[in-house]
């Protein structure tokens, strides 16, 4: 690889600006000053890291990891650990979505171990973001141990054509809301929550706003009287 004058990273072998997207909404020289518009990816992108990690992680990964794998077993641990990534400092466990709950059950049960708070849970799209990577929408948990002041990252990993993943509500009681909003957002069914229904937007409301195929904008909005047009009709997108 190499930088261009704009410090910029260029793929050798092909033109650098068609490997440039440049803005989160491809829109450019529209007077944005929401600080999007100067963003710069290289792409074919590689957000989704589709390998483990080597070890040794570092930190206290490592010590986790073993606690994880002698609390599930070998056999049980293969079959839920899809892959580990240590990356900037974080450790990231890809887990399979039908092992989710029993893991988070050991996470918080073990005695090595004691997650007790799942601090949050968010949505992905990953559409566009290159390889064969098909599973493009992820859900992300944050869990974190109060008793040894750890925290890792679980995410899983689902197609938009089959975008269920079981609830983690009867584990973690926080997860209620977050997954409520996950499901509003991006469209991703949480089997056996007690209430998955809208939190932010109206329950009759035509598709999930977070992800990356969602029209920018959508429908217009009347305030008092007024009518605000979507974000890509008002003047600093012409």
């Not at 999930?208 to 305030?223: M, N």
Request: proline share 7%; glycine share 10%; hydrophobic share 35%.
């Amino acid at each position: 690889m190499t930088s261009t004058e704009h410090g910029e990273v260029a793929v050798p072998g092909t033109p650098a600006e068609a490997q440039r997207q440049r803005g989160m909404f491809g829109v450019s020289g529209s007077g944005d000053t929401s600080g999007f518009g100067g963003l710069v990816r290289v792409a074919p992108g590689s957000a989704v890291t589709l390998h483990s990690s080597e070890r040794p992680y570092g930190e206290y990964f490592d010590e986790v990891m073993d606690a994880i794998e002698f609390a599930l077993g070998p056999n049980r641990f293969a079959a839920t650990v899809q892959r580990v990534v240590v990356d900037r400092g974080e450790l990231t466990v890809y887990v399979a979505r039908e092992r989710l709950v029993r893991l988070c059950k050991t996470l918080r049960d073990h005695e090595a171990l004691r997650f007790e708070l799942l601090s949050s849970v968010s949505g992905v799209d990953y559409l566009g973001s290159g390889g064969a990577h098909e599973d493009r929408l992820h859900v992300v948990y944050h869990v974190t141990s109060m008793t040894f002041r750890r925290r890792i990252r679980l995410e899983v990993a689902v197609p938009v054509d089959d975008a269920i993943v079981p609830s983690v509500t009867g584990v973690y009681p926080t997860a209620d809301w977050q997954e409520r909003e996950t499901w509003d957002m991006f469209g991703i069914d949480f089997a056996g929550h007690p209430g998955l229904t809208r939190i932010l937007m109206p329950d009759d409301w035509d598709g999930f706003p977070q992800r990356k195929d969602y029209p920018l904008g959508g429908v217009p909005v009347d305030y008092k009287g007024a009518t605000i047009p979507p974000p890509d009709e008002r003047r600093s997108y012409r």
